[in-house]
């Protein structure tokens, strides 16, 4: 076997802090301490401290504009906090680049869903395992020194063109991974594995891109407005399968502007306003905190909404 997995349960004791074994509490994966980022003088994020455990489901709600996209955008690596510290699994991430954080075991969506139009739904999901492969990337750790960078793609191409035998093991693994993601989504992902991504519809490409994402057997899912965009079925089809995913011990990180989504499917939420995390809890407790009420559902109360939403 030659693909990286992150997906073993986080039970054992880990470095940073931790639950395990003395507490009886699942270890922490993700740890955020302090973080912070300013655009321009606006500070989008404002020194927050979360954790997320093991097999935990945590979402974070607010306003638009309360740092929600940000935060996911820091911990993922995508951009770098100002101050801070992100540890994935006891391990810090905050100053690794987006690849050693997805080897790291760190996978996650976008706000607006992105697939590579041009390529086939099953090479969309195979991207995803991409960071975990080994045989296919035989002088991979080149690839993070920039002079030497070509070499380590010198060397793919090499067995790409002449596979030994364990690159050719290694694609069927990958092939039969990118079989079980997209049977994850029955007949709306099975049927269309060879369609380019740019004919899919809208939920079938952000069903793909979570394929994608899950497709490295991630320790941490994050996720960013998973039904942003969808009707009440899609919805409802999205929160079942994460759902199952959650019973299969998947442990995730999303912003949803969805309340019911976010009620039925969350063990914890974090509620952000103005950058700062202004409560946390239990999705019951949240609900009914004065301080979410005051600053931010009786905003929405007051407007006359009809549709709850985030
Ligand atoms: N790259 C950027 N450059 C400048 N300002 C930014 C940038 N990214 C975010 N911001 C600002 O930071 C603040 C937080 O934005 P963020 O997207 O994190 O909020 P959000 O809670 O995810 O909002 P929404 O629910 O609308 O997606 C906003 O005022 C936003 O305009």
New binding site residues.
Partial sequence: MTIETNNEPDSGPVSGPVGGPDTGAPAVVLAVAGLRRS??G?T??DGIDFEVRAGEVVSVI??????????L?LVSGV?RADSGRVSLGGTRIDRSTVEEIAAAGLARTF?NGRVFGGLTVAENVEVGLYPTRRAARPLRRLARLPVLRWLALVAEVAVALVPTRAVRAEQAEVAARVTAQLARFHERLAPRRDNQAHTLSYANRRRTEIARALASGPRLLLLD?PTAGMNQTETAEVLDQLLALKAAGQTMLL?E?KLDLVMALSDRVLV?DN?RIIAAGPPHQVRNDPAVIEAYLGRRRAGGSSEETA
């Fill in positions: 655009f321009s606006l989008a994020v607010g306003p638009n504009g309360s740092g929600k996209t940000t935060t955008n951009i706000q407005e912003v502007h952000m950058g």
